[in-house]
């Protein structure tokens, strides 16, 4: 069966640190990877995703980037955070339900 | 552009009630229709979807009606439990694009 594993569940972080959060798939081959976030209060916003190895798309611009050195490996970056980065970091995958996502059980991640 | 929107940020009902989450959205060219539960600190998981073509998806205590005239779909929960107490999300899907679009949420409370 297929399985999301994102890491770490919480962080703390201080302004212009960096970041790196992680996310990997297991049991499947060549899936379609997102990272969402959630703000305090808000929805959940798409930040980018992949199709590919190395193939990303952003849908906001932002602070943060993101690759995809392997197949079923998902990176989040940042070379000097902000404040406004801090929010509720969601992995995910497609497959699984008809036409949804399979999401990990997130990052939290607060900047101070 | 909000394509996907919740209106009702909250919802509270009495266990064994009827709960009713409403969801518009502005792009007639969705093709699916998903609500995700999440509970604090967690990934959402799937719930319940429906397609385009149909009016009415039924799953256990779960349906979702969509009405594309009046581009609204609504999920319906009876009868109601304490275990249901979460953030529900409204999302769409077009499925050439495989991206879901998310609305804002609404947190249901259920009260013993």
């Known amino acids: 069966s297929q399985t999301i594993h994102q890491w770490p569940a919480t962080l703390v972080q201080p302004v212009g640190s960096p970041l790196s959060l992680e996310c990997t798939v297991e049991g499947t081959s060549n899936p379609n990877l997102y990272w969402y976030r959630q703000a305090a209060g808000r929805g959940l916003q798409l930040l980018f995703y992949s199709v590919g190895i190395g193939q990303i798309s952003s849908e906001v611009p932002q602070n943060l980037s993101a690759s995809r050195p392997q197949d079923r490996q998902f990176i989040l970056s940042s070379k000097k955070l902000l404040l406004s980065d801090s929010g509720f970091y969601l992995c995910?995958?497609?497959?699984?339900?008809?036409?949804?996502?399979?999401f990990g059980s997130g990052t939290r991640l607060t900047v101070v | 552009d909000q394509q996907v929107k919740q209106n009702s940020p909250s919802l509270s009902v009495q266990e064994g009630r009827i709960s009713i989450l409403n969801c518009d959205y502005t792009?007639?060219?969705?093709?699916?229709f998903l609500w995700y539960k999440k509970y604090p600190a967690e990934g959402p998981t799937f719930l319940i979807s429906?397609?385009?073509?149909?009016d009415k998806n039924e799953d256990g205590r779960f349906t979702v009606f969509l009405n594309k005239s009046a581009k609204h779909l609504s999920l319906h929960i009876v009868p109601s439990q304490p275990g249901d107490s979460a953030v529900y999300f409204c999302a769409a899907l077009k499925a050439a694009g495989n991206k879901l679009t998310f609305g804002g949420g609404t947190r249901v409370l259920v009260k013993p």
């Open positions: 995910a995958w497609s497959g699984g339900h008809l036409w949804g996502y399979t």
């Open positions: 792009n007639s060219m969705f093709d699916y």
């Open positions: 429906i397609s385009s073509i149909k």
